[in-house]
C-alpha cells in the first residue's frame, strides 16, 4: 500500500524567511509525485509534477525536488500570501490513476 | 483558464436525508474522480471514471453511495441516507487521460450533515 508522511505539520514563517517541506513515501513503481497547494475551503491546485530522482522543478518562490525516497518543496524568500496548506501526492505502480496523499503541511508565512 | 466546476459549493442535510452533488470537468478532459476530504486530512480518492465507465470505485461505500457519468462529460454523486460521518468536503478532478496526466481539482462542495 502506498503511503505519504509530510513533515512538518505545521509551519510558522517570517517574510523573507527561506524553509523547505518532507514528503517521505512509500510506494512500489512511483509514477510520479505530485505537489498541490490547498487554501482554505479551496480546492487544490496543482504546482509541480516529478517522476524520477534527481528531478528539480521551479515556479516563481517554490523549488520541488525528488530522491528515491521523499521530496523536498524548498520556499525561497516567502510572502504572506505563500500562506497555505501544501499537498504531497503519489501515484503508484498498482495500476489506474489512483493518488495517494499526505495529510499537508500548513504554512503561515508573517509579516 | 479553464476550470472544474462544481455545485453546490455548500450543502447542510440531516442525516438520513439524500445528497447529491455535481461536477463538471475541464473540457476534453476524458477522466473524472471523485474525492473526499475530511477536515485535516489529505483528500481521499471515492471513484475514477474514463469517460462513462468506472476505472475505481474500490473505496466507495457502495451501500449509501452512488456515483455516475452518463453521457461522459459531467457527473453526480449521491449519498443516500447521510449520516453523520459524510461531513467533508467532496472533490472533484479531472485529467486529460489517464496515467500520465496531472490531476486538476475544483472548488468542492462543503456537506455538513446534522
Known amino acids: 500500500e502506498d503511503q505519504v508522511t509530510q513533515s512538518p505539520e505545521a509551519l510558522r514563517l517570517q517574510e523573507g524567511e527561506s524553509s523547505s517541506l518532507n514528503c517521505s513515501y512509500t510506494?512500489?513503481?512511483?509514477?510520479?509525485l505530485f505537489w498541490y497547494r490547498q487554501d482554505p475551503g479551496k480546492g487544490p491546485e496543482f504546482l509541480f509534477t516529478?517522476?524520477?530522482a534527481g528531478e528539480e522543478k521551479e515556479k516563481e518562490r517554490l523549488k520541488a525536488t525528488l530522491t528515491k525516497k521523499e521530496s523536498f518543496l524548498h520556499i525561497t524568500a516567502p510572502k504572506p500570501e505563500d500562506s497555505a496548506t501544501y499537498l504531497c501526492a503519489v501515484r503508484g505502480g498498482g495500476g489506474g490513476n489512483k493518488l495517494t496523499f499526505g495529510t499537508g503541511t500548513q504554512l503561515k508565512v508573517e509579516l | 483558464e479553464a476550470e472544474v466546476a462544481q455545485s453546490p459549493r455548500y450543502k447542510i442535510t440531516e442525516k438520513s436525508q439524500a445528497v447529491a452533488f455535481w461536477c463538471d470537468p475541464i473540457?476534453?478532459?476524458?477522466?473524472l474522480y471523485w474525492y473526499r476530504q475530511i477536515l485535516g486530512q489529505g483528500p481521499e480518492l471515492l471513484v475514477q471514471?474514463?469517460?462513462?465507465?468506472?476505472?475505481?470505485d474500490s473505496q466507495l461505500p457502495k451501500d449509501r453511495f452512488s456515483a455516475e457519468r452518463l453521457k461522459g462529460v459531467d457527473s453526480t454523486l449521491k449519498i443516500q441516507p447521510a449520516e453523520l460521518g459524510d461531513s467533508a468536503m467532496y472533490l472533484c478532478a479531472s485529467s486529460y487521460g489517464d496515467s500520465l496526466y496531472e490531476q486538476y481539482f475544483g472548488p468542492g462542495t462543503r456537506l455538513t450533515v446534522t
Open positions: 471514471f474514463q469517460d462513462e465507465s468506472v476505472v475505481d
Open positions: 516529478l517522476y524520477s
Open positions: 473540457s476534453g478532459h476524458a477522466t
Open positions: 510506494v512500489s513503481g512511483l509514477r510520479g
